[in-house]
């Protein structure tokens, strides 16, 4: 799934959050394995979130991706950088769930610029090279 936010909770222990709709197969696999993978795309990355976004059945064999086998999910070629997470807690709010992960561990892929959405469309944020 493409998510539109993911939020950082609390540093220590690392966690983060996202919002799942109650009917999302996607949340189901996260809540069944307890764990995620979080890929923040690289900003040439816009049609592999807009194939997401659209929950195309076969959006899988239309990219290049991998499990390595610590994974706590798919990681996609696509990614600026991957963050594999443990299901920490749970709240049910309306038709959605919010998922809190503890980050498990942190996989720095390309140092192309990110991927944002905002306002409706997508945008990079540029990155300053040291």
């Known amino acids: 799934m493409t998510c539109s936010s993911v939020c950082s909770v609390t540093l220590t222990p690392p966690t983060l959050l ?12 996260a809540v069944s394995a ?3 993978a979080v890929n923040l795309l ?5 049609p592999t979130a807009e194939l997401f ?3 195309a059945p076969d959006r899988f064999d239309r990219i290049r991706w991998r499990r390595p086998p610590d994974a706590a999910g798919p990681h996609l070629t696509d990614a600026r950088a991957i963050l594999d997470c443990r299901v920490s807690e749970l709240a ?3 038709d959605h769930l919010v998922v809190f992960g503890e980050v498990a561990a942190i996989h720095e892929l390309s140092d192309e610029p990110p991927l944002m959405y905002g306002y409706r469309r997508y945008a990079s944020w540029p990155v300053e090279r040291a």
């Open 18 to 29: 996202v919002c799942m709709r109650t009917a999302s197969p996607t949340l189901a696999a």
């Open 34 to 36: 307890r764990a995620f």
């Open 42 to 46: 690289h900003a040439r990355a816009r």
């Open 53 to 55: 976004a659209s929950a």
């Open 92 to 94: 049910e709010v309306g």
